[in-house]
């Protein structure tokens, strides 16, 4: 891959708010009777994430629940000059475009390939970028926002609402891209609620996936945790079987990953109905679980984990003509196994 050239501008902005010059990035937190969660809110200047891959609402730093863990960097080290992450020694190390914590969303990119260099395309989640050359995309460079759109934050004692609002006559792209994140009240249960409203003068026909970086209780990934959907799974390319193995409707880990150990695949055999898209992680070695649902079919799902961190990442279809308007939701349960 070729060495990706960062303008001093952007290599400041890009920093993430773990550096030393940002130890406390703009947040939220929020609770109920029996969980307690943290999240990042966005702002351009002092905001945790700034990079231009990830939707920037909704970035949940922290869970907790029952005394266990469920979020939180599944990095240690973060450095401007890093496409997509590294390994040094003992350290993961991510770049600025992905070092990012939680359940979070990335967004098809729309109208790259027609851009000339110089012109724009769409990223909904974090706005406007400019087309610096004529090199394919990929989501690991940092693009420069020529338009991020006006951000609005709505805090309440268990909800938070981001609202961004993005008016482009020049491209033909304006949207109203709507996001709450809120806790069930007396229930271990998070529900992620998304409107997006079409109000440019192009179609947007995009797809968006959740990449549910989940680091539980500060865990390895080791060969407790088992991975339940409800089809029969089919993968490609294979697992490493010696790693982890597919038995009919589950992926189980087969031991603790170390190094650079890495468990990536495409997951297939879904159908085209919101029951698939049902996905449970449990570890038995913590004795802890989650279930996340969606009231949308998966057109896509993948798998992917290192040492650190476990992610499963169903994808969803989004399409909007101008002046309609569309939803969808995720619902995230967290729960103990017994002991």
């Known amino acids: 891959m070729k060495a990706i050239a960062y303008t001093i501008m952007s290599l400041i902005t890009a920093l993430p708010a773990l550096a030393e010059a940002n130890p406390t990035p703009p947040h939220a937190e929020i609770a109920n009777s029996v969980m307690q969660v943290k999240l990042y809110l966005p702002d351009a200047t002092t905001g945790f994430y700034r990079g231009t891959r990830f939707d920037w609402s909704g970035v949940v730093a922290d869970l907790q629940y029952a005394g266990h863990s469920y979020y939180g960097p599944w990095f240690t080290q ?44 769409l990223k909904i989640g974090v706005g406007l970028l400019r087309k610096p050359d ?145 996905v449970r992680i449990e570890n038995s070695t913590v004795k802890a679980g989650m279930l996340i649902t969606a009231d949308r079919p998966p057109a896509k799902m993948s798998l992917w984990s290192i040492r650190s961190v476990i992610a499963v990442e169903p994808f969803i279809d989004i399409s909007a003509e101008p002046g309609s308007q569309l939803t969808w939701q995720y619902h995230y349960d967290y729960y103990t196994l017994p002991r």
């Not at 890093?82 to 109208?111: N, W």
């Not at 790259?112 to 260099?117: C, G, L, S, T």
């Not at 951000?151 to 309440?156: C, E, I, Q, T």
């Not at 909800?159 to 482009?168: G, I, K, R, S």
């Open 134 to 278: 004529d090199e394919p995309y990929t989501a690991y460079r940092l693009y420069e926002i020529m338009n991020g759109g006006k951000w609005s934050v709505k805090k309440s004692k268990d909800a938070v609402e981001f609202t961004q609002e993005l008016h482009d006559a020049s491209s033909g792209y304006g949207y109203v891209y709507h996001k709450k994140l809120s806790l069930v009240a007396g229930k271990p249960q998070m529900l992620i609620e998304h409107s997006f409203k079409n109000v440019g003068t192009r179609a947007i026909h995009t797809s968006v996936y959740d990449h549910n970086f989940l680091v539980l209780d500060k865990q390895p990934t080791d060969a407790g945790f088992t991975i339940t959907l409800p089809f029969t799974i089919a993968t490609h390319p294979p697992v490493e079987k010696e790693l982890a193995e597919i038995r009919k409707n589950q992926v189980v880990f087969l031991k603790t990953l170390t190094g650079q150990d890495r468990v990536y695949t495409s997951i297939e055999g879904f159908g085209n109905t919101p029951e698939d898209y049902k």
């Open 78 to 121: 973060t450095d401007p000059t890093v496409s997509d992450f590294v390994y040094r020694g003992a350290e993961i190390v991510a770049g600025p475009c992905s070092a990012i914590t939680g359940p979070v969303e990335e967004f098809t990119v729309l109208g790259y390939d027609e851009a000339k260099p110089g012109g724009t395309f």
